[in-house]
């Protein structure tokens, strides 16, 4: 967020995922903290944390960017076997997480799995969040194809 006082974090995921969608960033993730040190609550959105440390990270792709999309979906229809597809961002993405996880002996999973495995709970995210998360993830909230969220 602008400021350099402390980790910032959201209650929410969905909150989370709207942010990310809003504010797009080149190699944004979503992912679970734990916070210690000095922490100062921001009412209900989130709080700020003097130190924090990754608990989990999400493998879902949040990005509002429709150009990205396009591009993704214009390199699927175009590939065809044989082709170089090392220059397509989702392997890239996929690898460089599985990376960040294993250098921080943290979970990588997917909202779903995470719901299903009770992940979630376990690391202490709380009921009402999950319930959210597990609304969005629902079949009607997505337009089109699975895996597009309806984030408006």
């Known amino acids: 967020m602008?400021?350099?006082?402390g980790f910032w974090a959201l209650n929410?995921?969905?909150?989370a995922i709207r942010l990310a969608s809003v504010r797009p960033a080149a190699?944004?993730?979503i992912g679970l903290v734990a916070t210690f040190g000095t922490v100062a609550v921001h009412g209900s959105e989130g709080f700020r944390a003097e130190m924090a440390t990754?608990?989990?990270l999400f493998t879902d792709e949040?990005?509002?960017a429709p150009f990205?999309?396009?591009w993704r979906r214009l390199r699927r229809k175009l590939h065809r076997p044989g082709d170089d597809v090392s220059n397509d961002p989702a392997p890239n993405r996929t690898r460089s997480l599985q990376r960040?996880?294993?250098h921080y002996g943290v979970p990588l999973v997917s909202f779903q799995s995470a719901i299903s495995?009770?992940?979630l709970s376990e690391l202490g995210v709380q009921q009402d969040a999950i319930v959210e998360l597990k609304e969005w993830l629902k079949p009607s909230r997505f337009k089109g194809r699975p895996g597009r969220a309806d984030l408006a």
């Open 100 to 102: 960040v996880a294993e």
């Open 27 to 29: 190699g944004a993730v």
């Open 62 to 64: 949040i990005t509002s």
């Open 68 to 70: 990205e999309r396009l």
């Open 12 to 15: 929410s995921p969905i909150a």
């Open 2 to 5: 602008g400021c350099r006082c």
């Open 54 to 56: 990754i608990t989990c």
């Open 117 to 119: 495995l009770g992940l």
